[in-house]
């Protein structure tokens, strides 16, 4: 069962780091900011993970099952929570169009202190005698914590999905929500579960399974997200170069041996029987068609060509 579990969790990573990997390329091409908080929010829970993942190779493959009572797991466990929980916290209220008040996301943002707080009290308030009890209860209670963050986001999305900045930040949203709901009940399962002396770790994986979901979605709806743009970027570009090119090559603003020239490239005519019927130099016609493509920014006859094709079929 163990392995069975390592081999989940590497595939899990697998995709996270596919997921992540496309994210940063996006934050580079595209220089999002939203892409940007969305990169820290995915790098936070990749951590938030791992950490469950280091404790579970503890005790399946270490011999360590009482790992989560170690002062290492606890601390990091507190400090990666409060960094999930304010990264989490700004990136959801950048996804709306509207301006958020920034008087809630500084409360947000104070509540990702909490296991902070948490995190103080374990290590010098409570007695060294009750530590262990102490330390599974403030990681229950920050998991709570996280929790009612997750519920948050989805009544904030919920309210806002209307006012999506784009197609895929309302799909995003949609599958956050969706995603969210089912997580809460079986992540505190597992926390209740998995943190208790009398268990050894038995990871039920709820927030891995969360993350491959959501891995999956970075490099499907990512991916479709960049070939879509991609496919409309080079649409608007060669609809404006096209727009261009025909208002250039609009008989009316040609001459006529230009539309002799232009007449005979579309009969397929070369430069020297171009010449013979224009009774020009074939240097002369070679300067018409370079001043030709040119102007209309055309990269060769055969392009040329089919814009003045266009040109003329309007």
């Known amino acids: 069962m163990a392995i069975a579990f390592l081999t989940f969790y590497l595939l899990t990573h697998a995709m ?13 091409y595209e220089k999002d900011a939203r892409d940007v908080r969305y ?21 399946s493959f270490m011999g360590n099952p009482s790992f989560f009572l170690d002062t290492w797991y ?7 929570t409060s960094f999930l929980m304010a990264v989490y916290s700004v990136f959801i209220h950048g996804l709306p169009k509207i301006k958020q008040s920034r008087h809630i996301l500084r409360k947000l943002i104070a509540a990702s202190c909490l296991p902070l707080v948490y995190l103080a009290l374990g290590l010098f308030v409570v007695p060294s ?12 209670a920050a998991a709570v914590t996280l929790v009612l963050l997750l519920i948050y986001s989805i009544m904030f999305m919920r309210a806002n999905r209307d006012n999506a900045i784009d197609a895929e930040c309302a799909m995003m949203m949609r599958f956050s929500i ?20 009398a268990h050894p770790y038995i990871p039920l994986s709820a927030e891995s399974i969360y993350y491959l979901a959501l ?33 250039a090559l609009d ?23 171009i010449a013979a019927h224009l009774e020009m130099t074939e240097f002369m016609v070679r300067n018409h068609i370079s001043a030709l493509l040119k102007k ?19």
């Open 251 to 273: 008989p009316d603003s040609l001459g006529d041996r230009e539309k002799n020239i232009l007449a005979y490239l579309m009969l397929g005519l070369g430069n020297k029987q």
């Open 39 to 59: 990169l820290a929010f995915l790098v936070s829970f990749f951590l938030y993970v791992a950490l469950s993942n280091g404790g579970f190779i503890c005790s």
């Open 129 to 140: 005698a009750d530590s262990a009890v102490a330390r599974v209860f403030l990681m229950r």
């Open 74 to 80: 606890f601390i990091a466990y507190m400090a990666v």
């Open 178 to 197: 969706v995603a969210n709901s089912l997580l809460i009940i079986p992540f505190l399962a597992e926390t209740w579960y998995n943190y208790d002396v």
């Open 16 to 28: 996270g780091f596919a997921g992540i990997g496309m994210v940063v390329f996006i934050c580079v």
């Open 215 to 247: 891995s999956v979605a970075n490099v499907g709806w990512l991916a479709h997200g960049v070939l879509l743009k991609r496919k409309r970027a080079l649409d608007a570009a060669f609809s404006a170069r096209d727009a261009y090119a025909q208002a």
């Open 296 to 314: 209309a920014g055309a990269r060769n006859r055969v392009e040329l060509v089919e814009l003045y094709r266009k040109t003329l079929s309007r």
